[in-house]
């Protein structure tokens, strides 16, 4: 009551636009007539009188153009689904091509790794050799000596890193009840003596800790890694920090610098196996271990910028069950 058809026919098609309208008027409005179609409230206008045959086929016509927007509309869904789903396809299919060529590196690692450690090992044994003998030569020829050692250790660490990397599965796995705090203050010890951090200074900051389930020697692999990629950020010296916390059931360990940070366009890439930014001279493998260690232990690691700059690495490692 108080609506005109037309104003009917309007919030009919508000209800269901499928619905077709048509109006039968005796009434020869055109201006009427013309925004009702326009407007595409109604499919046709008709003007009495109307015959019954004309009718029918008015109808007919009506119902034709009614399944012919039914069918378009479930086309057009369909091919929004199978767009959307071709999108998701081209994009599995994209990180499956990136795992492919990674896993065909790791297999390449695996081939060569043993036999070229074991004569890196046999070179190795030489160097130390002749290091361990440096107090009964000349001073002059000391020096030299040292730096014969500098390099044996630092390809000591190349190896190992390979090593450690194309085990890859095969890396045993042994998490016993430790203290948190023991493996920082080992490497604390370790740095001391290690060239590479002659003119760092290494600090530990300790929070809350409890016995935690660990495998102590991957935990030292892996904070020793974080640990060198720190002193190379700081060539000239300068101070690091490990922090070890428990927090919210997780253990927390992060190692923290006041270097140049990791720039924005390498810090997806820097967990990738072998990725280095060119200034870099190590082995590249050492975040990707850093990350399978992390994985053994069903934990997560992270970059984060240090506030005032630096580079700070966050490890969380739940709590597990043995």
């Known amino acids: 009551p108080g609506m005109t058809g037309v104003e009917l026919l309007t919030r009919v098609k508000e209800m269901d636009p499928t619905i077709v309208r048509l109006i039968l008027t005796a009434y020869a409005d055109f201006d009427a007539m013309l925004n009702a179609i326009n407007e595409g409230r109604v499919y046709r206008y008709i003007i009495k009188p109307w015959g019954v045959d004309d009718m029918r086929l008015t109808i007919q016509q009506a ?12 086309l057009s869904a369909d091919l929004a689904d199978a767009h959307e789903a071709l999108k998701l396809r081209t994009r599995e299919l994209r990180e499956a091509q990136q795992e492919l060529v990674k896993r065909e590196k790791l297999a ?4 060569f790794a043993a036999e070229m450690v074991h004569e890196m090992n046999n070179y190795l044994q030489v160097i130390l050799g ?29 190896a190992a890193d390979i090593r450690d990397f ?25 740095c001391s003596h290690h060239p590479g951090f002659r003119d760092h200074e290494i600090e530990i900051q300790e929070g809350d800790v409890t016995p935690w389930n660990l495998d102590g020697r991957q935990i030292k692999h892996l904070l020793l890694n974080l640990l060198k990629n720190s002193a190379k950020a700081l060539p000239g010296g300068g101070k690091i920090v ?4 428990c927090e919210e059931n997780e253990l927390v360990y992060k190692v923290i610098d006041h270097g140049p940070g990791v720039p924005d366009k390498y810090r997806k890439q820097i967990w990738d196996p072998f990725f280095t930014t060119g200034k870099d001279t190590g082995s590249g493998l050492g975040l990707s271990i850093c990350r399978r260690v992390v ?16 580079a700070t690495f966050v490890v969380r490692i739940p709590a597990l069950e043995i």
């Open 242 to 245: 490990i922090y070890v916390g």
């Open 130 to 158: 002749l290091s361990a003998n440096v107090n009964d030569l000349k001073r002059k020829e000391s020096d030299s000596l040292e730096q014969i050692g500098i390099q044996a250790r630092t390809l000591s660490e190349l």
């Open 63 to 74: 119902l034709e153009w009614r399944e012919l927007r039914i069918t378009k509309g479930r």
């Open 166 to 190: 194309a085990l890859g599965a095969a890396m045993p796995f042994s998490p016993r009840l430790s203290d948190p705090l023991s493996v920082p203050r080992e490497l604390l010890r370790i």
């Open 295 to 310: 994985k053994m232990h069903g934990g997560s690691i992270m970059y984060e910028d240090t506030p005032g700059g630096g």
């Open 108 to 111: 390449a690692v695996g081939r």
